[in-house]
């Protein structure tokens, strides 16, 4: 917990909002980035990063990364000798993520344009994938791109699953009800 609290005061909410929104940074609430896309609520990014488990030197795979806060606290996480893949499907949240990351000079993280699968499977397999976005179902196709022994934590309608896929391969879920996020696309 001490290193996610860290990342949070490497990092302030404030610094990945648009100018108009700033003065909202210290709200527990989900703000508008536009584009119908939104910064997640603090406590509840504070426990996905809890359940995730991030560990130094790890290659990491944020999905929906918006205005870039989740890939700043995520490459804080896994330090220098870790990288983050950070993937959105808007184009101009990609770009409005990217810079906001770039004022930080954070080196570790890149980001790029989602495709037409889920996640980034030419730079897979991940350690670890935070998804930030509601999927309707769990998709396969981010499962794979998981390394045996790597964690994915992703909201699935009303709740957020932690996935495993132990070292022989075995799926495993975890639920925590009773969130909201926007559609995952």
Request: hydrophobic content about 40%.
């Amino acid at each position: 917990m001490d290193r996610i609290n860290q990342a949070f005061e490497e990092y302030p909410r404030e610094d990945f909002l648009p100018e108009d929104k700033k003065s909202a940074a210290n709200y527990d609430a989900p703000i508008p980035i536009g584009y119908n896309q939104t910064n997640s609520q603090p406590t509840t990014v504070t426990r996905m990063l809890i359940w995730l488990d991030v560990q130094p030197g790890q290659k990491i795979l944020d999905v929906g990364s918006g205005s870039g806060w989740t890939t700043a606290l995520l490459s804080y996480l896994v330090g220098n000798q870790g990288e983050v893949y950070a993937v959105e499907k808007v184009p101009e949240l990609v770009e409005f993520g990217r810079e906001n990351c770039e004022k930080q000079q954070i080196e570790n993280a890149s980001f790029h344009q989602a495709g037409d699968v889920f996640g980034l499977p030419s730079h897979a397999p991940y350690d670890r994938i935070l998804v930030s976005a509601a999927a309707s179902d769990l998709p396969d196709e981010l499962v794979r791109q998981l390394t045996l022994g790597g964690r994915m934590v992703i909201p699935v309608q009303n709740s957020i699953l932690a996935v495993d896929k132990s070292p022989e391969g075995t799926i495993t879920v975890v639920e925590y009800a009773g969130y909201a996020f926007v559609p995952l696309i």
